[in-house]
């Protein structure tokens, strides 16, 4: 179970998701592996 401040910083995230109007937690996952593709890229 998660719990404490990694569980706090997951509902973070979350809550940014969805005050940008993304609820749809398969819409979440594809904008993160988005974001961390970009990162990666980026890091090389």
Request: glycine share 6%; charged share 25%; no cysteine.
């Amino acid at each position: 179970m998660v719990t404490g401040e990694l569980k706090r910083q997951i509902d973070s995230v979350w809550n940014d998701f969805w005050s940008g109007g993304i609820s749809n937690p398969l819409e979440v996952m594809e904008q993160l592996t988005y974001l961390l593709f970009i990162k990666a890229l980026d890091e090389q």
